[in-house]
């Protein structure tokens, strides 16, 4: 049964000789039941078609093809499940026929190479297959000109093979080449329009957490009355309300914008390979839990807060914006954790305006209640009273915050490949500090401002639950355990004690040649990968593959995503192992290069002196990107064989995407 699954057609040739000059190549398949073999005309998007190739050597200098296209025997058009479209295939048994003309009368021989894709309702495999057709043998039979005789299973019949060549190795045109850049030019829009909005929904619900801070939550029934009761009429406090969230809103914005210009986007994209900026990080997340905990509170200088407490008793606009500006001053020991946090993943995204927008995302959020309970005073009476589970609240974010440093601290490892940080411990620290989370919703623990639990709310059971689910499900990563949850957050598989879990080597293919290389290592998923472009390259073209380039990164949350969501996908893993051949290019590596091989990048603007800028250079000078992850099927040349792309964790989307690339380059370089 096992060779049933891995060969699921076999294949027979036989020779018919029609004169002296020319003969039938006659190709059968013997295809297992449930199974289907591709007619070689498909539509683009499909499955891979059925072809033919020769000795390059032999073709037109010994012998010469008549029908570019072979003839077929019948054949089925229905909807393809696996490829979500109409196919055409054959079931059971196909036979399919190439006309043939000798140039050298001594050819006794012809070896032909048929390539082709068989799919089940589940799976699809893609083989090829040698077969060696003795001219010698072959008897004469009648035959009328373009006139092949083919048998299928029931009876045989006549068919005609006049049609048009198809050139199935067309030029790329100066036109398609425009056409594709300017796809990735809008591609590159979108994606930064996504990542901008990411930072806002990020900063929104920063806002929502800080609204329940125990600086802010008691001060929101107090500024609404404040302004319903010096105002003559409704009118006039609702329209103070809303300048009072304006200014809110422009104060944290304007705090966005001068962060970017202190500190220039160039660094804040920085930020997340840095390991000496992550190193900060680590430590400024864990000055803010241990704040949040209670050990002391983050303030401003309190002249800052009475300048600004003293020009809110001016009235109109001016007074109204001292007052959003003093709510900010005043707040700042809650909201200031967050905001920091908030801005170090602006920075993250390396985009001008991400702190501006996270900042916006944070005020609308925090200024929304101001506005609307001034708006309808009534709904004051539904709010719950301020008391000790606000401090719980602050806790808990405390705990969080905890957890996010060892991210940062995580980072800095995996850059520099220390390794003290690996998987297990990283895991083993996280599981720690969700226990405790847990054990303090249970009032097991307690902080200096917290109010005694005497019991169990439905609330605090409810987050118990979520929490003790959480360490249920990290536990087993202790173990090798994929936590396709968590990728991106905790360090890949392959960067642990055991990389390849409770199993042994053996599970993983040391065989590979590719791993018999220089600069190359077991990837994601059992996959090796070359780590150096020129290596990489060279193996590709003695191989005849295409090259796979994923420009990726040591602390790169994305591309951990995409190596656990999709590139662990039956259908992606086996073209990534067998069709092309993959160079991971990590653009925060920071090996020192040879002294003789620094240089200076134009695309960059910089000296380059480690591997990682190296391989950022090559990213923006050969393909105008800079992020990551970032993947490209290129020949030798680096002419791409269709559109490179960032991260698509839909892997149906990107199996397409992969095999597109794959077919083109199989059409270009091996169909003659």
Known sequence: MQAQIFKPVKWTGEVEKLSETEFNLIYKAKIEDHWHLYSQTLPEGGALPTEFFYDEEALNKKFEIISKKAAESKTITKFDKVFEMDLTFFDNEATLVQKIKLLDPTLKSIEGEVSYQACDDE???????????????????????DTYLLLSKAESKKVSVKEKEINESKKETEEEEESLHQEEEVDNEEEEKTSTLGVFILGFLGGLAALFMPCIFPMIPMTVSFFTKQSKSKGEGIKKSIIYGLSIIFIYVALGMIITMIFGVSALNEFSTNPWVNIAFFILFIIFALSFFGAFEITL??????????????????GIFFMAFTLALVSFSCTGPIIGSLLVKAGESGDLFGPAMGMLGFAIALALPFTLFAMFPGWLNSMPKSGGWLNSVKVVLGFLELAFAFKFLSNADLVWQLHILEREMFLAIWIAIFIATILYLMGKIQMPHDSPVERLSVTRLMFVLVFSTFVVYMIPGLWGAPLKILSGLTPPKVYSEAPYGLETTDAVDLSSDILKQKHTKIGANGIPV?????????????????????????????????????????RVKDLLKNDVVVVSLYVDERKKLDKKDYFHSEALDKEVTTTGLKWMDFSVKHFKANSQPYYAIVDSELNRMNKPQGADFDADSYYKWLRKGVVKYKKKYKKK
């Open 301 to 318: 200088p309190s002249s800052w807060v009475n300048a600004a407490d003293k020009n809110s008793d001016k009235g109109g606009l001016v």
């Open 123 to 145: 799976k699809c495999m893609f083989e090829s297959e040698k077969i060696k057709f003795d001219l010698s043998t072959a008897k004469l039979i009648e035959s009328k000109n």
């Open 530 to 570: 070359f780590l150096d472009y020129d290596s990489a390259n060279k193996y590709a073209k003695k191989v005849n593959k295409p090259l796979f380039i994923d420009f990726t990164g040591h602390a790169c949350a994305n591309c951990r995503k995409m190596e656990d969501n999709v590139w662990s996908d039956p």
